[in-house]
């Protein structure tokens, strides 16, 4: 009897549950561990009801893991760290002296 390997076909790919992808699984568990405390905090130190806890927590929530999806599914795996990336390049680079591309290529001329 031949012996039957079952092939991962997930190799490279990146890790997805239930749609969100990557990093923002990470961000939706970070959120959730947040709202966690911040249930703690309102019913044990503030001493409010636990009918009003649960709405602020379950509102912040709903929110929150709707705004992980829509992320996810708008930028992608990278997509979002390539979008903070090129918020940080300038629009445009300009010199009114030529003397450092001057001072470069006298430098190069000198390693020669």
Same mark, same amino acid.
């Given at each position: 009897m031949?012996t *039957? +390997?079952?092939?991962?076909?997930?190799?490279?790919?990146?890790?997805e549950?239930k749609? #969100?992808?990557?990093?923002y699984?990470?961000?939706? @568990?970070?959120?959730?561990i947040?709202?966690?405390?911040?249930f703690a %905090?309102? +019913?044990? *130190?503030?001493?409010?009801?636990?009918? +009003?806890?649960?709405?602020?927590?379950? #509102?912040?929530?709903v929110?929150? *893991?709707?705004?992980?999806?829509?992320l996810?599914?708008?930028?992608?795996?990278?997509?979002?760290?390539?979008?903070? @990336?090129?918020? $940080?390049l300038?629009? @445009?680079? $300009?010199?009114?002296?030529? $003397? #450092?591309? %001057?001072?470069i290529?006298?430098?190069?001329?000198?390693?020669?």
């Amino acid at each position: 009897m031949a012996t *039957v +390997y079952e092939i991962n076909k997930g190799i490279g790919r990146s890790v997805e549950f239930k749609g #969100i992808k990557a990093q923002y699984i990470i961000y939706l @568990a970070l959120g959730l561990i947040l709202l966690l405390l911040l249930f703690a %905090i309102l +019913y044990a *130190v503030c001493h409010l009801k636990i009918y +009003y806890c649960l709405g602020v927590v379950a #509102i912040g929530g709903v929110g929150f *893991v709707t705004t992980i999806q829509r992320l996810s599914r708008t930028y992608g795996e990278n997509g979002l760290q390539k979008r903070m @990336a090129s918020a $940080r390049l300038p629009k @445009a680079i $300009r010199s009114r002296s030529r $003397r #450092i591309f %001057i001072q470069i290529n006298q430098q190069d001329h000198a390693q020669k």
